[in-house]
């Protein structure tokens, strides 16, 4: 194994949570009395970065609504939209040959703490992993910050350490605490294709992909 911890971003990375995702953003929309979007490639702004940005980006909705959307969304979210999700083909794979490999697994997301639990309980993914950690409006926001809190409750160094992503976010997550990163490109933040900014970030193109560059 080329490192002892793999961190794998949720939405986009290992599962794809984008109906429940594009339905509650629009059901929220709908409850302010606002056109919702039709477009998946331009609802996809919501999985990844804070949910904030996306209302903005995606329906460019006033900061005076801002609070309201994110509460409405929050509930909806939690009472149907949180199980409208799959994981990614051959994920289960990879998750069993790297633990198998002696790896320990962790997941890093910018969706809430709580949720992203009650996700990877309902799916029956909480036994794969050593540690769950999502954002929190007090402890920590921003990618950086729930990596080093995984890597605080793991007990390895960064340089031991890869994160796994789709997005942007990721990518600079990974560059801010000092790990290493591998591009996917069959989530939400990069297209297809994708080529990084440095010849050292490999790009898998599947998530059997991910055992090829891993081990």
Wanted: charge should be negative; glycine fraction near 8%; charged fraction near 25%.
């Amino acid at each position: 194994m080329k490192f002892k911890l793999a961190i794998f971003d949720f939405d986009g990375t290992l599962m794809d949570t984008s109906p429940g995702i594009f339905a509650t953003a629009n059901a929220t929309i709908e409850s302010l009395g606002l056109k919702p979007e039709q477009n998946p490639s331009v609802l996809a702004r919501f999985v990844g970065p804070p949910i904030r940005e996306s209302f903005v980006a995606v329906y460019d909705l006033a900061e005076s609504l801002l609070d309201e959307a994110i509460g409405r969304y929050r509930a909806i979210y939690d009472r149907t939209g949180r199980f409208g999700a799959e994981l990614y083909e051959g994920m289960d794979r990879v998750l069993a040959t790297l633990k198998n490999a002696g790896c320990r697994l962790a997941v890093a997301t910018l969706k809430s703490e709580p949720v992203v639990k009650q996700m990877t309980d309902h799916f029956g993914l909480t036994p794969s992993f050593d540690s769950i950690r999502g954002s929190d409006p007090v402890l920590r926001s921003g990618k950086a910050a729930v990596v080093r809190q995984v890597l605080e409750d793991l007990g390895i160094d960064a340089d031991d350490a890869v994160l796994i992503g789709d997005t942007p976010h990721d990518e600079e997550g990974a560059a801010e605490v000092g790990c290493a990163f591998i591009a996917v490109d069959w989530g939400f933040g990069f297209p297809k294709g994708y080529r990084p900014a440095s010849p050292a970030i490999p790009v898998a193109k599947s998530p059997l992909d991910l055992l090829t560059i891993l081990l």
